[in-house]
């Protein structure tokens, strides 16, 4: 916090603005360093419903356990994507609270006591091959985290496309507010979702295939040019991103309905 919270404690002092104001100026500046390598945004989640998420790949285990420490000063939860079981051990053995998902790669650090995010609304998570459900959890985590209900399917791909049924049945019985779609090779299961439903889809192309396109970029092309109207799409791998977009369409629509 840099000087202007002297400002708005002054404003305070003198009745120029009420507790309240300076508590809504506060979700928006505040941030809190740590040494010279982080300045953690502490008032995200207050701010726009998104809690903070530390990409853990390229920190050292001493950055990312000060990152975290600090995090739990203000925030009840901290989110760690693209951790190794490394840095997850190193997490854990300060952090008793701390889960990791081996297959996505999460790590959940929660304050001691502290209770989970009020269960509000419902996401869709659907993974077209059993390579694409890695990335698929790191968005159905994120979802999970933000107090969103997760109906998950995996392995539902165009290759046997009679699969997928069942689980949109599933997600229409259970309330989902948005879908999110991984795949890889040629990325069309997203277009076909949102061409069999009434909610958004959000595709979420993966770095899976074979030789020219199969890092992902066939999937993304292919996700881009799709025909089917209500389907957007997120960043090669950016399960974090997808899962954020689905839990906030979705606690938007559990509120909207309350």
């Not at 995200?44 to 990312?64: C, F, H, M, N, W």
């Not at 992902?216 to 025909?227: I, K, T």
Request: hydrophobic share 50%; glycine share 12%.
């Amino acid at each position: 916090m840099d000087g202007t919270l002297d400002d708005l404690l002054a404003d305070v002092a003198s009745g120029r603005l009420a507790a309240a104001d300076v508590a809504a100026v506060l979700r928006y500046l505040g941030y809190a360093a740590v040494g010279d390598f982080a300045r953690l945004d502490v008032g995200r989640a207050g701010r726009t419903g998104t809690p903070e998420i530390v990409y853990a790949e390229s920190k050292t285990g001493d950055q990312l356990a000060a990152i975290v420490d600090r995090y739990l000063e203000h925030s009840d939860v901290v989110l760690c994507s693209r951790a190794s079981a490394e840095q997850a051990r190193a997490i854990a053995a300060a952090q008793p609270e701390a889960e990791y998902d081996a297959r996505s790669r999460m790590l959940v650090v929660r304050r001691p006591g502290a209770a989970a995010p009020a269960a509000r609304g419902v996401a869709g998570v659907l993974a077209a091959g059993t390579s694409d459900v890695a990335i698929a959890e790191e968005a159905a985590a994120v979802c999970r985290a933000m107090g969103v209900g997760v109906v998950s399917a995996y392995d539902v791909g165009v290759a046997g496309l009679h699969r997928l049924a069942g689980p949109l049945d599933e997600m229409h019985a259970a309330g989902a507010a948005a879908i999110v779609v991984a795949a890889g090779m040629e990325g069309a299961l997203p277009s076909v979702v949102c061409g069999l439903v009434d909610v958004p889809v959000i595709g979420l192309p993966t770095s899976t295939g074979y030789g020219l396109g199969g890092r992902g970029e066939a999937a993304l092309l292919g996700m881009l040019q799709s025909c089917s109207p209500g389907l957007v799409v997120v960043n090669i791998d950016n399960g974090v991103g997808a899962g954020a977009t689905a839990a906030l369409i979705a606690r938007g629509a559990a509120r909207a309905a309350s």
